[in-house]
């Protein structure tokens, strides 16, 4: 069974850091394109980061220079590391799963075919 869990999210000031991790199960996700998505509270599911199966890697433009995405295949596990963030970056943050395609290097949501439950990032002072 296809299963994404994500943590690491919390409450941090302005300019501060964080790491996102994604937990695999069910499947080897170097095999498959993850991407990281953000919903904030009244707006729509936002791109924030890709990384395909072939190691290509983007980043929406709000973003990036201040995230950086990485995989240990040996762990399974797809992270983002998120630095100078700022109020603008508060949201749930997903990651999630696409089997084949090319929704995820595009940054669109639609497409993604499995989705962790998000864990919340909040950036206040």
């Known amino acids: 069974q296809v299963q994404l869990v994500e943590s690491g999210g919390g409450l941090v000031q302005p300019g501060g850091s964080l790491r996102l991790s994604c937990a695999a199960s069910g499947f080897s996700l170097d095999s498959y394109n993850i991407g990281w998505f953000r919903q904030a509270p009244g707006k729509e599911r936002e791109g924030v980061s890709c990384i395909s199966s072939s190691h290509g890697i983007v980043y929406g433009d709000s973003v990036k220079g201040r995230f950086t995405i990485s995989r240990d295949n040996a762990k399974n596990t797809v992270y983002l590391q998120m630095n100078s963030l700022e109020p603008e970056d508060t949201a749930v943050y997903y990651c999630?799963?696409?089997?084949?395609?090319?929704?995820?290097?595009?940054?669109?949501?639609?497409?993604?075919?499995?989705w962790g439950k998000g864990t919340l990032v909040t950036v206040s002072s």
């Open positions: 999630a799963m696409e089997a084949y395609g090319s929704s995820c290097i595009f940054l669109r949501h639609n497409g993604m075919d499995y």
